[in-house]
Structure formats: C-alpha cells, structure tokens
C-alpha cells in the first residue's frame, strides 16, 4: 500500500538522497525546469548535459525532448552502476508520457548503455518504445559473446497521460516483469545468464539518455517517432540479491506519490542494495 502524500511532504526530501547515498543507484528527476543540465538526485551518477533541443522545458516537471536532443556519458564514472556481474536483479523506473503510438521503424530509447543496434555489441542494455499500435516499453539486451535480444515482457503506455513505469529484472531466476500505474503489465522469462555473459560487463560505447547507441554513434532519439514523449523520474538501482517483493512496492508506492520514493521503500532498498 502506498502511505499519504502529507507524510511524505512532512519529512524532508533530503532523506531521499542519505538513504541511497553510496548505493548502487541513481535518480534523474528531469525536474530543473532551466538549462541544459540533468543531476542525479542522490549523488552517485555524473551530471548529464544534453545538447541540442528547444522545447525541453515546455511541460512543468518533465523533460520533453525533441529530434535532436540527447544526453550522454563515455565515460567510465557510471560503469559500477550499470555493469551487471555483480548482480542479482536491476530495477528500473520512469515515468513517461506518450501522446500517440511510435512511427514505425524508429524504436526510441529511453536509455542505452552499449550500442543497441544490429547484432549489438557484448553487455549492451537498453528500454525503447516498441513500434505498434499500441506505445510500450521494452527491455533490451546484448549479453556478452550472445546476440541482440527483446525481451518478452513489455509495458503498455496509456496515451496522452503519465505513465508510471517500473521494470523488474531478476537476473538470477531470469524474469521479467513491469509494472504501470502501480499493476502488473507484462511478464516474461529469457535464458538465464551466466555471471561471464552478463549484460552490462563490457559495452562498447557508454551511456545514452534520452537516445539510443547504434553502431557508429547516436541514430535514434525519444522524439524520433513521436514529439510527444515526455520522460521524468528516472531510476535505476542494481540489487546484490533478489528480493521478490521490492519492485511492486515501489511501483505500488511511487504511483501513489506520482514520483515521489515512499520512505517505507526506501527503508527496505536500505537494507538490501
């Protein structure tokens, strides 16, 4: 269950950022509202400047992009983060807005880590909009010495509303699940991965927000396919062991707070991440 917006409120945000300090996590809110800078929340992740754009602040509390807008990272200062060989389940969430179903043969990231395209290079991970009728979010992947692979669960967008979006990845027991609006929205298994080909241990390339890495640079972005994507509250946390429950907490939780980590969730990622 998710606990009051008025809790919340009566406890400072600044608890957000001591609990998580030093995790394995980051959290791009997208909610600067000036600029051409994205700073991770808690402290852990580089500063994301992204180039291009003119709209990016058109709608409060989100990051709009448009076709030539992305963000990105060669360096190495987010591999602890998203290298995966240590590993157990990652989770990842967004909240996401999508004001029509994607062009066809466009994919959008939302992120990549690696080049996504083609064959994909070794360790390459990603979530784009999958191209249908209907918008969703689809996890993608390059495990090291295997080939590009979509993953079988994926999460149907609501159009022209906020979508909360969480994806479960339990690397261990190899499982798939997302979770919108605080229900379950998509499950699905792959092969497990030995701990030698885990997504995540040698991308080429670096990271990507907002765009996708193809093989000779970026070659998709958010708006390609439809200039009404919006995208906030982005998060990311790797767990060193599987916990069953913490991810429909979180979606459960945040949903509530549209964006906001409940501290009855941030309690238990303290003890587990």
């Excluded at 992204?50 to 992009?65: A, I, K, R, Y």
């Excluded at 062009?103 to 290079?121: D, K």
Aim: aromatic share 8%; hydrophobic share 35%.
């Amino acid at each position: 269950m998710g606990i009051s917006t008025q809790g919340v409120a009566a406890r400072p945000r600044s608890a957000i950022k001591t609990a998580l300090s030093g995790k394995s996590a980051v959290w791009y809110k997208c909610f600067e509202g000036t600029g051409s800078d994205l700073v991770d929340t808690l402290g852990n992740g580089p500063t994301l400047t992204f180039t291009g754009g003119t709209s990016e602040w058109t709608n409060e509390g989100w990051l709009t992009p448009d076709n030539s807008l992305e963000a990105q990272d060669t360096s190495t200062s987010l591999g602890d983060i998203f290298k995966l060989s240590d590993a157990a389940q990652i989770i990842v969430c967004l909240d996401h807005w999508v004001a029509s179903a994607a062009t066809a043969g466009q994919n959008p990231f939302a992120f990549s880590f690696g080049q996504v395209t083609g064959a994909g290079s070794d360790g390459a991970w990603g979530v784009h909009v999958l191209d249908d009728s209907t918008p969703t979010l689809r996890f993608e992947f390059a495990p090291t010495g295997g080939t590009r692979t979509l993953s079988s669960a994926t999460g149907a967008l609501t159009q022209s509303q906020r979508n909360f979006c969480v994806l479960d990845w339990q690397l261990d027991a190899p499982s798939q699940q997302w979770y919108v609006n605080g229900q379950t929205n998509g499950t699905g298994t792959t092969d497990a991965l030995a701990s030698g080909d885990r997504v995540g241990n040698s991308p080429t390339g670096g990271f990507v927000f907002a765009a996708r890495w193809g093989s000779s640079g970026i070659d998709s972005r958010l708006a390609d396919s439809d200039a009404g994507n919006r995208i906030a509250n982005v998060f990311f946390l790797k767990l060193s062991e599987v916990d069953t429950t913490l991810a429909s907490e979180i979606a459960s939780d945040m949903n509530d707070m549209r964006g906001d980590l409940s501290y009855k969730v941030l309690d238990k990622i303290n003890k587990v991440a």
